[in-house]
């Protein structure tokens, strides 16, 4: 397929497929992904009808990536992806095999914005599925090009002649993949009825504590203790069995030290589940305020 029909399918591929994305269940791609989605669906409170087998192949794929998104990232609330299928062919054990550019992500809620907290650049994969009677197709292999001096000759030995020049052309598909990605975003912000801006990490700021006064060493030692919450100054929104949380991390310097506030809140009712306050002294720190509950 040229690369101008392939950039010219995705956005409209995208727009279709993202119409159930972020809340459908996506078809079984491996026993482990398979896994990973219904606890995502348990801790988010999701009740919904499993999805359809995909038919096709853009349907496949796409389900694929989005357990891929769910499974092997970082979480956010909205998982998301983008394709490019660069050919096809049929195994000897009548398998479907699709060889395409591939990207995920996840979108979450941190300060304020719709961001894409975890996900992968543009990489090149072959994906088999196995074809049912009806037509469906179910995912039984999944394979990505290898990291390092192993990336080129991998896909050489993996992907068809005809397609390794485009395989090997990422750049090529970036910036459509990533507008891929963003129509995920922008349905489900519709579908839940909010409004944010959208964008990558790198399109936000993330200021840190360590830039306003407090110490290298009592930074890392809190960041250790205080885990779950933010590494940054600015909350982060998470759904844990169906309610909305804020996690938010504060930090109110003065002269040798400062106050570091750690607080879990309910988005909906604003009920304050947790709280932690530090006193902080040049490099050591002090819990003043215990958890709530």
Known sequence: MKRQTIQALLLAAGLALSLAACGAQPAEPTQEAAEAVAETAEDTGTEEAPAALPATEDEAVAQALLAQARSGYAQGECPAEGHAILGTETGEDGSTVVYAQCSVGNYGFVNGNFEQVSGSGVIPSRLTFAKGEDGSLTLTDYWEAEDGSRYEPSIKETFPEELVDLALDTEFYTNDLFAAKRVYAETYLAEIGREAEIGDYADFDHPLATDAGMSVEV??????????????????????????????????????????????????????????VFQVTGDTYTEVTEAQS
Do not use: C, Q
């Open 219 to 276: 930074s890392n030692a809190l960041l250790e203790e205080m885990w779950n919450y933010p590494f940054f100054l600015g909350n982060e929104e998470r759904i844990e069995d169906g309610v909305r949380w804020v996690y938010s991390s504060e930090w109110e310097p003065v002269e040798d030290g400062g106050t570091a506030t750690y607080t879990k809140t309910n988005f909906d009712t604003g009920e304050v589940a947790e709280r932690h």
